[in-house]
């Protein structure tokens, strides 16, 4: 029978059909994702860190994800401070001066007020001071150190005023010492994030470590995403020196151990030099394989951290902290830790206008 006009006709209109499905689908997975803009210890470029306020501006600014880093107290409440050690962020050594001692902290003797010294009452007593010199100090003093299950408060409230997604992103601070003076911080995280909603796969949560073992524990704990820290290349993650594991962190970076990670984490999150390195006169270097060897192995990928001040910047960006951003997201980055969530969301607002 004789193929007629019509017959034609609605032929090629279903090739055109499906030829535009495929390449539409062809075109979907080769747009960049879309960055996730984590707010490092909240928007502490414009707040003193891991405080309310500072988690809150951070939320208001356009952050997807907040991070807080946790440590416990002595009766084993999860607080959100960058370091066991509170000296340089709170008004401690003004109210509690006797209780001053020195310890060793992953293998490091350091002097100071420690968070394990406290109960939650005494803490509550502290106010949070801004850690750097050269930021705005006149919050100082106007903010208590909160807890985790505060902090996930917020974030709910947050959700129910603005209808947004606000994803969680906390990290456990020297898991191996808080295991070793009796106050693990695994537990507690997981029976909190259990206690609200955070249980899934899927929920709006990565939990970060820069210690493997930490992770693997994790990992038998929750479903929960997991990423891997990755700090200088010559230094090894304090289970490794612990377990006497001579292997870096730029060990850790090879495609054999990266598929290794992702037997037990879905990301990492490598200090942005590891990516980008510098020239000995502070420019940078061409870009190198981690990104696509981390992809390759089916982790995302999350670097840090991304700062406005030009001390900060690399001299490629001629001061310009957007520069960097989009250098960045240029180079595939899953998402970034920045001091300064609107920046951020403006950097990658520039750099999807572009694609």
């Known amino acids: 029978m004789p193929v007629t006009l019509p017959r034609l006709v609605v032929a090629a209109a279903l090739i055109l059909?499906?030829?535009?499905?495929?390449?539409?689908?062809?075109?979907a997975q080769s747009r960049a994702v879309v960055p996730i803009i984590i707010g490092h210890r909240g928007a502490c470029g414009h707040r003193p860190e891991h405080t309310l306020a500072s988690y809150e501006l951070g939320i208001?600014?356009?952050?997807?994800?907040?991070?807080?880093?946790?440590?416990?107290?002595?009766?084993?409440?999860?607080?959100?401070r960058h370091e066991n050690d509170i000296s340089g962020t709170t008004d401690v050594a003004t109210k509690f001066p006797d209780r001053k001692t020195q310890k060793s902290i992953d293998g490091r003797e350091i002097e100071g007020f420690f968070t394990e010294d406290f109960t939650l009452a005494e803490i509550k007593t502290l106010r949070a001071k801004e850690r750097l010199d050269f930021r705005d100090h006149s919050y100082d003093g106007q903010f208590t150190i909160p807890t985790f299950e505060e902090i996930i408060a917020l974030v709910k409230r947050k959700e129910a005023a603005t209808g947004r997604v606000i994803g969680l992103y906390p990290e456990t601070k020297h898991p191996t010492y808080f295991r070793g003076i009796g106050l693990p911080?695994?537990?507690?995280?997981?029976?909190?994030?259990?206690?609200?909603?955070?249980?899934?796969?899927?929920?709006?949560?990565?939990?970060?470590?820069?210690?493997?073992?930490?992770?693997?524990?994790?990992?038998?704990?929750?479903?929960?995403?997991?990423?891997?820290?990755?700090?200088?290349?010559?230094?090894?993650?304090?289970?490794?020196?612990?377990?006497?594991?001579?292997?870096?962190?730029?060990?850790?970076?090879?495609?054999?151990a990266l598929a290794e990670i992702a037997g037990f984490a879905q990301g990492i999150g490598p200090w942005?030099?590891?990516?980008?390195?510098?020239?000995?006169?502070?420019?940078?270097?061409?870009?190198?394989?981690?990104?696509?060897?981390?992809?390759?192995?089916?982790?995302?990928?999350?670097?840090?951290?991304?700062?406005?001040?030009?001390?900060?910047?690399?001299?490629?960006?001629?001061?310009?902290?957007?520069?960097?951003?989009?250098?960045?997201?240029?180079?595939?980055?899953?998402?970034?830790?920045s001091d300064f969530p609107d920046t951020a969301v403006a950097a990658r607002e520039a750099f999807l206008s572009r694609q």
């Open 17 to 27: 059909t499906v030829f535009g499905v495929l390449v539409g689908e062809a075109l």
């Open 60 to 80: 208001d600014l356009g952050a997807d994800f907040i991070e807080p880093d946790l440590v416990a107290t002595k009766d084993g409440i999860l607080i959100a």
């Open 185 to 256: 911080l695994e537990g507690r995280l997981v029976e909190i994030l259990d206690k609200n909603g955070y249980d899934k796969a899927d929920s709006p949560v990565f939990i970060q470590s820069f210690e493997i073992q930490n992770l693997k524990d994790l990992h038998q704990m929750t479903k929960v995403r997991l990423v891997f820290l990755y700090d200088e290349p010559d230094m090894r993650p304090y289970d490794f020196v612990a377990a006497n594991d001579k292997r870096t962190y730029a060990d850790l970076l090879a495609p054999t």
């Open 272 to 337: 942005k030099r590891l990516i980008l390195k510098e020239n000995p006169d502070k420019t940078l270097a061409a870009p190198n394989s981690v990104v696509a060897d981390a992809h390759a192995a089916g982790l995302t990928v999350h670097p840090y951290t991304f700062r406005n001040e030009t001390r900060y910047l690399a001299p490629d960006y001629a001061g310009d902290p957007v520069k960097e951003y989009v250098q960045f997201f240029t180079l595939g980055v899953d998402g970034v830790f």
